[in-house]
């Protein structure tokens, strides 16, 4: 497709499991950025990758987040013994340009909507 | 701290012109971005700005004024379809996107 495009649509996980929320990005995007929205609220920047490299991480929550896009090109958020407070839809974007000074439009995925009971 | 502010909610009738404000503080600025985004679904990029003035794009315009730290998306010609949350972010001097908490905006018949 020409887009953007997250699995699972919607992930429901037992407090303390581990999850797994994939994103790919447009074909030939260097940016790749991943938020969290919480019901209600705008997103908020959670990691920016440019190819490979994790370049930010600052709004990580804590250390249960992780994230990799190992080829530069598809980019796995893992949350691991996930809390009630996880609960959110997480968002992935993607530009054009890897420059991290770039206006560049973001196009956003459909999101993976976590519960986490 | 950086803030954005906008309206959490506004109602307006199928035909009609509605005006989203949007006011900001944040650290640096490198343009402002309004985006559109139906419940359950990705925010779609409408419009950029990082001149003053107004930026007209068919039935949507967005203006700016940075002196003022203040954006408003004007919508015309209103249809059911606009229907949906409206979310103002501002380019920090970092590059970072901040988001507002985005506006819902109700059209009537």
């Known amino acids: 497709g020409a887009g953007v495009s997250q699995s699972p649509r919607y992930k429901v996980a037992k407090r303390g499991q581990d999850v797994a929320l994939r994103c790919d990005p447009i074909?030939?995007?260097?940016?790749l950025f991943w938020y969290q929205q919480a019901l209600g609220q705008g997103p908020e920047f959670l990691t920016y990758?440019?190819?490979?490299?994790?370049?930010?991480k600052s709004g990580l929550p804590s250390d249960r987040f992780f994230a990799e896009r190992p080829e530069g090109s598809v980019s796995t958020l893992k949350i691991q013994r996930t809390q009630q407070e996880d609960s959110a839809v997480y968002l992935c974007?993607?530009?054009?340009?890897?420059?991290?000074?770039?206006?560049?439009?973001?196009?956003f995925g459909p999101g993976t909507r976590l519960t986490v009971l | 701290g950086q803030n954005i502010d906008q309206p959490t909610e506004m109602t307006a009738t199928e035909g009609a012109i509605v005006q989203i404000n949007c006011t900001y503080q944040t650290s640096g600025f490198n343009g402002l971005f309004w985006y559109q985004q139906h419940a359950g679904e990705a925010p779609t990029f409408l419009s950029y700005n990082v001149l003053d003035g107004l930026e007209e794009k068919g039935r949507f315009s967005s203006f700016l004024s940075r002196s003022k730290g203040y954006s408003y998306l004007l919508l015309k010609e209103l249809q059911m379809k606009d229907s949906a949350s409206y979310l103002c972010?501002?380019?920090?001097?970092?590059?970072?996107?901040?988001w507002g908490a985005g506006t819902k905006l109700i059209i009537k018949p």
């Open positions: 972010a501002v380019m920090d001097s970092n590059y970072q996107l901040i």
């Open positions: 974007a993607s530009s054009l340009t890897g420059d991290r000074a770039s206006t560049d439009t973001q196009y």
């Open positions: 990758f440019q190819n490979e490299a994790q370049l930010d």
């Open positions: 074909s030939g995007h260097v940016s």
